[in-house]
């Protein structure tokens, strides 16, 4: 018999939609562990190009990734992520990852070894886990579902007042776009639209419906 997963609260959405800031405080919230994992893809992008692969032969990538040794683990209720022993957590949002992320990303070989990444994290604790797929492939079977959304006009601002050159428009046709688990709403995910809330009203909803569907809290 496999393993059983500890709850999951999947929160879904497009880039600087304000997933990240809502997931990190709704597992403060809740007492549950935080798992970006964008952070995982960008991880494994940082080390194709720190080795001098060209993300675009996506052959060597995933073989590449097939044989380096990624290690996720939970320290203090977030995700640390390791690969080859290294911690690349200060250069996950460099421009050269932030431009090269998507394409690495859509490789089906690289997907099937962070999916599997993913679930690992479910064996230990209670999570909220914030992404693309999140809802629909990672976890189809959790009910606590959200997705998150904001135009694209407060999302391009938002990345801006982070002081970062992100195509986001770019990112998000890739990662809409892509033969293998594409950012998708899921069929039972509620959606929210952050465009004109705060983080806190956006948690503060997110907290009400989990409570309608009988999360113990
Ligand atoms: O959430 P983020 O912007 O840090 O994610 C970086 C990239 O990783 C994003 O452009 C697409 C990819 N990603 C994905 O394909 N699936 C996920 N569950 C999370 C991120």
Same mark, same amino acid.
Request: with cysteine; glycine share 6%; net charge positive.
């Given at each position: ?7 999951v ?10 997933k ?12 549950f ?5 964008g952070a995982?893809?960008?991880v ?13 032969? %996506?052959? @060597?990538v #995933? ?6 040794? *990624?290690?996720? =683990?939970? /320290?203090?209720?977030? !995700? $640390?992520i ?8 200060e ?6 990852v932030?431009?090269?992320v ?20 479910a ?12 809802g ?19 999302? %391009?601002? @938002?990345? #801006?007042?982070?002081?970062?050159r992100?195509? *986001?428009?770019? =990112?998000? /046709?890739?990662?809409? !776009? $892509? ?5 998708v709403?899921?069929k ?14 956006v948690?503060s909803?997110?907290?009400?419906q989990?409570?309608r ?5």
């Open positions: 018999m496999g393993k059983r997963f500890h709850r609260v999947a929160i879904d959405g497009p880039a600087a939609s304000g990240s800031s809502v997931a990190r405080e709704l597992a403060r919230r809740l007492h562990a935080y798992v970006n994992s995982i893809y960008r494994i992008t940082w080390h194709i190009l720190q080795k001098g692969i060209d993300p675009g032969d %996506s052959d @060597r #995933a073989q590449t990734v097939e044989s380096a040794r *990624i290690s996720c =683990r939970l /320290q203090n209720n977030e !995700s $640390r390791l690969i080859d022993d290294v911690d690349p957590a250069y996950l949002r460099d421009d050269r932030n431009e090269n998507s394409r690495v990303s859509s490789l089906p070989r690289v997907r099937a070894i962070v999916v599997q990444k993913l679930r690992g994290y064996h230990h604790q209670d999570l909220v886990m914030e992404g693309r797929d999140i629909s492939v990672v976890f189809p079977d959790t009910p606590y579902k959200f997705y998150v959304d904001a135009s694209p006009d407060v999302r %391009s601002r @938002r990345r #801006a007042a982070q002081g970062q992100d195509e *986001i428009a770019v =990112r998000d /046709q890739a990662d809409s !776009s $892509r033969r293998v688990s594409p950012l709403v899921a039972d995910a509620h959606v929210i639209d952050t465009s004109h809330l705060t983080i806190e009203g948690v909803e997110i907290i009400a989990l409570k569907m009988g999360l113990r809290i």
